[in-house]
């Protein structure tokens, strides 16, 4: 256990509870990191920028007092022209003109060229029109698969005559649509629609009425490139018709498609199964309509009994070795998984009537009572056993179990555990454990070939053109690939320091996504002086010497990489629980003023994780280093030295940078990199709020970057307080460099394409209003790029011998800006990444904005080369660097936020993509309710000063 040793010993190396007193280096205070590299140089006369081919721009113009200087004048030859006056001072709300997404400029041509097949598949499209109905159903709270029972139901009956042989199509909702006009003008028709239910028969009351007749001419014009806006109702109305077979025959999830496993199984544990499917989706690209067709696969429950799927959650072998009731913690645990399920009754022979579980009871059934109502009228208490003994004639197996309380909570309707099943087709929304997604993974990853092989094999197993409906309305597809060129863009060369005692600077030119840093030094290396060790592994399972070996073969690879690790830690004790993080650190900071690294070893999953960040990040500003310790008892050069790039940065030392040569032109000026991203809570919350990041570069490399972040409502997609966001980082670049950015190139990532309108609208002019709040006429041109990785689209090689590695995937630096792209608007696709696992998914780039005129090539380039300077690892990452670090920032968030959200029996704050290896799980504390006010969460995700001065998240 941690406790403060007395002071007056100097220089202690403490190893448990033994004190070596070593000589130490003279003490030094430990100063805040200067601007390492000077990114924007300026000579000493005349505040000049100096371009990348070392011309000097003319100096800036002074600004008021108190402001940053005026914007930068014309730059130099080939340097792109100042930007125009784009913005006028923002006019009231109701005059906004909203904005519009740019014209494709051009088509990219640099790099190799490339043959790739899609796996979007061509849509032959009907001319003419396509007539809209809306359905109006009551009631009106059915799920949609009733609600398509319904109108498959009136359709066949058609008592009054109204289809006459058509075969109408319906989204499950409100929408229908017929090839004809149907005979009701625009009338609005009520009919009555029964369908028979267990027991006695239901009926419902539909209503259809006239809404619009689609062009289909309209969406011809758009594909063409005629007009730019595309019509949507027309792309509703085809998907609609292309999904109306599919929802009928199998289990619709979101855009997919799933059927219950045959011929395989996979279970994951915990009640749940991966069944597999396929997406579907209507796009428009050039010139024609494709349909994007992927396998995929997600979790389903398992249709079993409930005893089965009690002892599957609680993890029990035999319900036989579940001799007494269940312990407190079990039933919180089973009803936390069985809450909100669907479970079918079998005690009433045939008759399997269907409930929604609202609760799990606290008694077991011999002893839970309910109001039983007498056949004389009298009401007396009776027990679940004894009901079901009394009425049903069926002794409880289980008495001992609870009971399922189903239905309205207020009806107390209970059912034991054991008449119960889990009813088919229930898909898993909860949060998949750490074992969970691993064995999905397992079961679902294929590489690239393999899953060609399987949409080819399952677009010719739905066989679309035998389907009725799509025939009913003259739709056929081409059952092969799309084939489209791509190119490989050739990868930027990254600049590292200079040797010891040598001038030259040492290069790196990535292959197939990847470099050696071997035999390189870090572009600036920082001296670790002073650092501590702090484990909080048990000493039984990471012993004395394998720290003291650690320690050595981290200096040995740290001085390799040009960070010197100088001299023994001044303090390695042994610790516990997340409740010794705050004392020990305080104790060590005011033991050490000038300490510049805390090393923290973790015995695996655990809460100190979250609190060590908490406590570093937040509260005292200390850098941490956690690391696993299995990754201590066994170390390896690879861990070794990703462990040193990840506590360069957080020193404030630089990695690498791209050669200053063969960068694109928007760095002929001052430019700021924006990186931003909304994470949400794990479905199935509905309290915990939004986190909104945003990270912006601070030097000119770009390799600095600072971050800002918000806690925001739940769920919501917009960054609310983006503009405010905007300015302190404006701020702090200026501060970095004594340059105002004269363009603003912003990454976000988080949009779906159904809010790319609402975002930019909102989104665009917070930027622009924070530049003005900095300064009246401060107008930096702003290109604002949404980047998608959650998407369907995958690229294969047409040729196999570009194929690339075991997974056989397309190189690094393929990309796509025709075929299978929008008709109109500035988009591509780019595989930034070398795909080792699985079929490589290429991000998806829609650019919204762009008053910097940047050219495919341009904007593809820079893009590419911004995924090479992702500092924690020497590989080409999939998005760019500043996208991926607001999603760092975002999810460090939540760690900070883990105190603060009364949950102390679920340490994970959410899916991490990455699964970084140093990674625990949450925080040992649950708040007062005062710790979930706005207020009290916004402070908890503050970054203290001096973390934030640094990349306290890589």
């Known amino acids: ?127 003419g029109h396509i007539h809209h109905y809306d359905v109006s159903i009551v009631p009106d709270k059915c799920p949609r698969r009733v609600n398509r029972e319904i109108i498959e139901t009136m359709v066949q009956v058609d008592t009054k005559k109204l289809f006459i042989g058509q075969k109408p199509v319906f989204d499950g909702r409100k929408n229908m649509y017929t090839r004809d006009p149907l005979p009701i003008g625009r009338d609005k028709i009520e009919l009555e629609v029964t369908l028979p239910g267990e027991g006695k028969d239901r009926v419902f009351n539909t209503s259809l009425k006239w809404v619009a007749q689609v062009s289909l001419y309209a969406l011809e014009e758009a594909l063409e490139g005629r007009t730019r806006s595309i019509p949507l109702d027309a792309i509703q109305a085809l998907d609609v018709v292309m999904r109306h077979m599919p929802s009928m025959m199998y289990t619709p999830v979101g855009r997919s498609f799933f059927s219950q496993p045959e011929g395989y199984y996979h279970p994951l544990g915990g009640g749940r199964e991966v069944w597999f499917g396929f997406h579907q989706s209507v ?61 079918e009754i079998t005690h009433c022979g045939q008759m399997k009537r269907k409930y929604r579980v609202c609760n799990v009871t606290r008694r077991p059934a011999q002893t839970q009572t309910f109001p039983l109502q007498l056949e004389s009228g009298q009401t007396v208490e009776c027990t679940v056993a004894k009901y079901f003994l009394d009425k049903h004639r069926k002794r409880l197996l289980y008495p001992h179990l609870p009971c399922l309380q189903v239905g309205q909570e207020h009806r107390h309707t209970y ?60 739709i056929s597809i081409n059952s092969t690939m799309t084939e489209v060129k791509g190119r490989v ?89 997340p409740e010794q993080v705050e004392p020990m650190f305080r104790y060590l900071k005011n033991q050490w003023q000038e300490l510049q690294l805390v090393v923290v070893v973790l015995p695996g999953k655990t809460p100190v994780y979250a609190e060590v960040k908490r406590v570093g990040d937040t509260v005292l500003g200390m850098a941490t280093q956690c690391v696993q310790a299995k990754n201590v008892n066994k170390t390896s050069p690879q861990t070794l030295s990703n462990l040193c790039l990840k506590i360069n940065v957080k020193l404030g030392g630089v990695n690498n940078i791209l050669v200053p040569s063969i960068r694109p032109r928007v760095f002929n000026e001052p430019v700021i990199f924006l990186g931003a991203d909304v994470t949400h809570p794990p479905a199935g919350d509905n309290k915990k709020p939004s986190i909104a990041a945003l990270v912006g570069s601070m030097d000119a490399h770009p ?172 590989r080409s990452v999939s998005i760019p660097a500043p996208a991926y670090y607001a999603h760092l920032v975002a999810f460090r968030a939540r760690y900070h936020l883990v105190e603060k959200e009364h949950d102390s029996s679920k340490y994970s704050p959410g899916y991490s993509e990455e699964g970084a290896s140093e990674y625990g799980e949450g925080s040992h504390l649950s708040g007062s309710s005062e710790d979930r006010t706005p207020a009290s969460m916004a402070r908890a995700v503050q970054v203290h000063q001096d973390a934030g001065r640094v990349m306290y998240f890589a």
């Open 1 to 127: 256990m941690f406790q403060p040793p007395s002071s007056g010993l100097g220089v202690h190396l403490h190893f448990n509870d033994e004190a070596v007193t070593t000589v130490g280096p003279p003490g030094r205070v430990f100063e805040p990191v200067k601007p390492i590299i000077r990114a924007f140089e300026f000579d000493r006369d005349a505040l000049t920028f100096m371009t990348t081919n070392g011309e000097k721009c003319p100096p800036v113009p002074p600004g008021p007092p108190g402001v940053p200087p005026g914007p930068p004048g014309p730059g130099p030859p080939g340097a792109r022209p100042p930007i125009p006056n784009l913005v006028p001072m923002m006019p009231p709300a109701h005059e906004q003109a909203e904005f519009t997404c740019p014209s494709r400029p051009n088509h990219g041509t640099e790099g190799r060229a490339i043959m790739l097949r899609a796996n979007h598949f061509q849509i032959c499209m009907p001319r």
């Open 283 to 343: 796009r428009p690209s050039q010139w024609k309509m494709m349909l994007n067709i992927d396998v995929s696969a997600t979790a389903f429950y398992k249709a079993q009994p409930v005893i089965e799927f009690m002892c599957e959650v609680l993890d029990v072998k035999e319900i036989s070795e579940q001799k007494r009731p269940l312990t407190d913690s079990q039933r919180v645990k089973f009803t936390k998984e069985i809450k909100g399920l669907k479970i």
């Open 415 to 474: 059912l034991p555990l054991e008449v119960c099943n889990v009813v088919r087709g229930q898909r898993c929304i909860k949060k998949l454990t750490d074992m969970q997604t691993s064995t999905m993974i397992k079961a679902t990853a294929r590489s690239a070939p393999d899953r060609e092989k399987e949409i080819n094999n399952l677009v010719h197993k739905v066989n679309f053109n035998e389907d009725p409906y799509m025939q009913e309305f003259g």
């Open 489 to 577: 863009l050739p990868p930027p060369k990254i600049q590292y320091g200079g040797r010891s005692g040598f001038q030259t600077k040492q290069q790196a030119i990535p292959n197939q996504g990847v470099w050696d840093m071997r035999g390189k030094e870090f572009h600036t290396g920082v001296e670790i002086r002073t650092w501590a060790i702090a484990c909080f592994a048990p000493q039984r399972t990471c012993r004395e010497e394998a720290l003291r070996n650690f320690t050595a073969q981290l200096q040995k690879i740290s001085s390799d990489a040009g960070m010197p690790i100088l001299g023994q830690p001044v303090f390695c004790k042994y610790a516990t629980g």
């Open 703 to 874: 390799s600095r970057y600072a971050a800002t972040v918000r806690v925001q409502h739940h769920r919501q997609d917009i960054i609310q307080d983006l503009g405010n966001m905007v300015k302190e980082l404006l701020v702090q670049f200026y501060k970095a460099t004594r340059f105002k950015p004269s363009r603003i190139v912003f990454y976000r990532d988080g949009v779906s394409e159904g809010q790319f309108m609402p975002v930019l609208q909102h989104e665009l002019r917070a930027v622009r209003h924070a530049c003005m709040m900095l300064e009246v006429g401060y107008q930096p041109g702003i290109t604002f790029i949404v980047v998608q990785k959650r998407h369907h689209t995958r690229l294969f090689c047409a040729d196999k011998r570009e194929q690339i590695g075991r997974s056989g995937n397309i190189p690094a630096g393929t990309t796509v800006d025709v075929g299978i792209t929008h008709p109109t608007e500035f988009d591509f696709f780019l595989c930034s990444h070398a795909g080792i696992q699985g079929t490589s998914r290429p991000s998806h780039y829609h650019v919204l904005w762009d008053d910097n005129h940047f050219t495919a090539d341009e904007l593809q380039q820079l893009t590419y080369q911004l995924c090479h300077t992702y500092v924690r690892c020497t």
